[in-house]
């Protein structure tokens, strides 16, 4: 590690570990490979956060803006997260999914309240994104059964997670093919108001979307496509399902990111920031849209009182103390702060999900050279750099990341001069 600065420095959590018969020390990544599936990443060995920074076991500490992946919405420690984790953990941690639990009651009155899902909006809560988006490929089989539909639709560029429903749905040969065959009756098509118009008929049961494509780099849906969307999937009674996974909960400076559109869905796919880095996912339908009945799901973790009790402490959070004005004016401010640095020839997204654009498909070394420095960003494809840092970052941090970002793209910069 170059010029990150060391505050503390906890112990190597193997440190004096010998491989045996060879008297080698065992790094981190030997065990990673050894003990791990191999499925790439594990980029650092982190032991600690606070706020907006995590410390590896040698004790560098990074300014994380990539937020676990737009999860650590309150940022790392933070003490509303450990009060509710630790007050309900002494208090009540898990019953299933044959009892109910005040926190679980409250939370999913709040999303309701929240997402505007009206008096007989329902909420189901599961544990990860994929697992959200399970459930709703279910809601669009039931709805389809009862109406004679049977196609779901959803987007190229699309993704909406690793389970087989929802890697049916995500339309990259590369997380696909391995796996065939998938869910039948599936229908990728462009994100483009023709292709909407085309694809969406009276066989078809379900549309999902995703408001802003986050792992596509920040995408966002083109003008008018989300209510085009309501209108074709309400003519031809399908349902339209938004998958606010990534975008949801605040990220974008709104709520909800469809809300933004003026539009109301069917249903809504939620995980990711909505308990602050505790496991929790949620579906949320609206209106009328729910036909589950009992025996066609579950879950013997989801909703449990631990996870429910973080996500209402979070949600509170937000909302007592206006993070979504927050996350609105620092993305602003953010956007401003990368226009004009080496390599970046534009900024999309909305809040604190941002997507930068580079000059040329350098964003993995960007990233690395980033990590060097004490900086974690992420390159979801070869030409962008996504941040998705906690809402509660101010004028330190972003005047931190500007000068740790620069100095990444610098070295870059000059290394790609260098290559010419
Ligand atoms: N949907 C969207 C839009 C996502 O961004 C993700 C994860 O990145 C998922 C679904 C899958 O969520 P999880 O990784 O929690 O299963």
Known sequence: MTSAAASETPAAPDAGTRAPGTGAAITWQDEVSRDLLNLGGRLALFVRGEGSHVWDADGVRYLDFLGG????????????????????????????????????????????????????????????????????????????????????????????????????????????????????????????????????????????????????????LPDGFLRRARELTSAHGALLVVDEVQTGVGRTGEWFAFQREGIVPDAMTLAKGIAGGFPLGALVTFGDADVFYPGTHNSTFGGNPLATAVG????????????????????????????????????????????????????????????????????????????????????????????LFAAALDEVATHAKEDA
Not at 165 to 176: D, E, R
Not at 313 to 341: F, K, M, P
Not at 353 to 378: C, F, K, M, Y
Not at 379 to 398: C, F, H, N, Q, S
């Open 69 to 220: 992946i737009a999860v650590n919405a309150l940022g790392h420690a933070h003490p509303a997260f450990v009060a509710a984790v630790t007050s309900q953990a002494a208090t009540l941690a898990h019953v299933s999914n044959y009892f109910a639990t005040p926190p679980q009651l409250e939370l999913a009155a709040r999303l309701k309240r929240l997402a505007g899902a009206g008096e007989n909006g329902h909420v189901f809560f599961a544990n990860s994104g994929s697992e959200a988006n399970e459930t709703a490929i279910k809601l669009a089989r039931l709805h389809g059964r009862a109406t004679g539909k049977r196609t779901i639709v959803s987007l190229h560029g699309a993704f909406h997670g690793r389970t087989m429903g929802s890697l049916s749905l995500t339309p990259k040969a590369a997380y696909q093919d391995p796996f065939r065959p998938l869910l039948p009756e599936v229908v990728h098509i462009a994100a483009t108001l023709e292709a909407l118009e085309d694809a969406i008929d009276d066989t078809v049961a379900a549309l999902f979307v995703e408001p802003i494509q986050g792992e596509a780099g920040v995408v966002p």
């Open 312 to 403: 209402n402490a979070v949600l509170a959070e937000i909302e007592s103390s206006d993070l979504l004005a927050n996350v609105t004016e620092r993305g602003a401010q953010l956007r401003h702060a990368v226009e004009g640095l080496p390599l970046v020839t534009g900024t999309r997204g909305s809040g604190l999900l941002i997507g930068i654009t580079l000059l040329s498909p350098v964003a993995a070394e960007v990233r690395d050279a980033a990590q060097r420095r004490g900086l974690i960003v992420n390159a979801p494809t070869a030409d962008v750099i996504r941040l998705a840092p906690a809402y509660t970052i101010g004028d330190a941090e972003i005047d931190e990341f500007t000068t």
